[in-house]
């Protein structure tokens, strides 16, 4: 039987700023977001099948936690809801190569290859139309990796505008493997008295050279951190460990943690830290990668 592959790659929150907690619990947001490559992604396989199924495997598979609850089922039951039940069935297999909870929205990238093998599956432009309806509902970041391209996500992550200009990036990921639940991050975060701080957009030509990296780190934060890193010390040790590495330009997590990255000019200058890194934690996920359009 044919199998069709999409890669759910890596999202890393270039900026992450944060709003007050509104009525609803929930917060308004600007973030600049960028894509891992291939290398550095979870991996989704499907066929045609009599209904809708999905195993799980890899590195972090047991992670991922029950199948049944997973994001890639709730996506496809979502999107074949919209089309009237007529969505092609597919029996899914998710190779979990990214750590579950850890800032890079993970499950996210997952469920929105599943909306693209479903759209590929049944093809027309409604379907593609209809997934982007559909995407917010399931999380945060599921439009953002739809889209799969560099942009601005803000509001509650239920608008995202692609931006071309935003530059490959040659950088290095890192996770200490220790949880870093989102709820609390947050609740740190209003209770510290958060508030949005302003978001400029990088200026025209600016994301062509090594100035976007100067802006990155002058203009914008994640507002996060400083919560995360309250609650979760091994972040700090990520982060003093990644300014330590030669050639570095930038560090800071992505999301609510706890990955953090490090930006270079040259991705030998990534994969270079990355050999150290690994070689000083061998306990840390790492992983060397070019950011840019998943």
Same mark, same amino acid.
């Given at each position: 039987?044919?199998? @069709?592959?999409?890669?759910?790659?890596?999202k890393v929150n270039l900026s992450l700023h944060v709003g007050s907690v509104k009525?609803n619990g929930r917060h308004d947001l600007q973030s600049l977001v960028t894509f891992?490559?291939?290398?550095?992604?979870? %991996?989704?396989?499907?066929?045609?099948? @009599?209904?809708?199924?999905?195993?799980?495997?890899?590195?972090? !598979?047991?992670?991922?936690?029950?199948? %049944?609850?997973?994001?890639?089922? +709730?996506?496809?039951?979502?999107?074949?809801?919209?089309?009237?039940?007529?969505?092609?069935?597919?029996?899914?297999?998710?190779?979990?190569?990214?750590?579950?909870?850890?800032?890079? !929205? !993970? $499950?996210?990238?997952?469920?929105?290859?599943?909306?693209?093998?479903?759209?590929?599956?049944?093809?027309?432009?409604?379907?593609?139309?209809?997934?982007?309806?559909?995407?917010?509902?399931?999380?945060?970041?599921?439009?953002?990796?739809?889209?799969?391209?560099? $942009?601005?996500?803000?509001?509650?992550?239920?608008?995202?505008?692609?931006?071309?200009?935003?530059?490959?990036?040659?950088?290095?990921?890192?996770?200490?493997?220790?949880?870093?639940? @989102?709820?609390?991050?947050?609740?740190?975060?209003d209770a510290s008295g958060g508030e949005m701080r302003e978001h400029p957009l990088?200026?025209?030509?600016?994301?062509?050279?090594?100035?976007?990296?100067?802006?990155?780190?002058?203009?914008?934060?994640?507002?996060? +951190?400083?919560?995360?890193?309250?609650?979760?010390?091994?972040?700090?040790?990520?982060?003093?460990?990644?300014?330590?590495? @030669?050639?570095?330009?930038?560090?800071?997590?992505?999301?609510?943690?706890?990955?953090?990255?490090?930006?270079?000019?040259?991705?030998?200058?990534?994969?270079?830290?990355?050999?150290?890194?690994?070689?000083?934690?061998?306990?840390?996920?790492?992983?060397?990668?070019?950011?840019?359009?998943?």
């Amino acid at each position: 039987m044919t199998v @069709t592959t999409e890669y759910a790659a890596a999202k890393v929150n270039l900026s992450l700023h944060v709003g007050s907690v509104k009525a609803n619990g929930r917060h308004d947001l600007q973030s600049l977001v960028t894509f891992s490559d291939k290398t550095v992604s979870d %991996k989704l396989d499907a066929q045609p099948s @009599t209904s809708f199924s999905l195993a799980v495997e890899g590195p972090y !598979g047991r992670d991922a936690g029950p199948a %049944k609850d997973n994001l890639v089922l +709730q996506a496809a039951r979502a999107l074949n809801q919209a089309l009237g039940g007529n969505a092609p069935p597919l029996a899914f297999r998710l190779t979990k190569n990214l750590p579950c909870a850890a800032g890079i !929205g !993970g $499950g996210s990238a997952d469920a929105a290859a599943a909306l693209r093998l479903i759209i590929r599956a049944h093809g027309g432009d409604r379907v593609m139309e209809l997934a982007r309806e559909v995407a917010p509902g399931l999380g945060g970041d599921v439009l953002a990796c739809l889209i799969g391209m560099p $942009g601005m996500m803000s509001g509650e992550g239920e608008v995202y505008e692609p931006m071309l200009g935003v530059p490959v990036l040659p950088a290095v990921l890192v996770n200490p493997g220790v949880a870093c639940p @989102t709820g609390d991050v947050f609740a740190a975060f209003d209770a510290s008295g958060g508030e949005m701080r302003e978001h400029p957009l990088p200026k025209a030509g600016r994301a062509r050279d090594v100035e976007f990296k100067d802006y990155l780190e002058a203009e914008t934060v994640n507002a996060l +951190q400083a919560s995360a890193q309250t609650l979760v010390p091994e972040i700090g040790t990520v982060l003093n460990a990644l300014k330590a590495t @030669t050639e570095v330009r930038l560090t800071r997590m992505s999301g609510s943690g706890a990955t953090c990255f490090a930006l270079f000019d040259t991705l030998h200058e990534a994969e270079m830290a990355a050999k150290a890194l690994t070689q000083a934690h061998a306990d840390w996920w790492v992983a060397a990668t070019m950011l840019g359009g998943g």
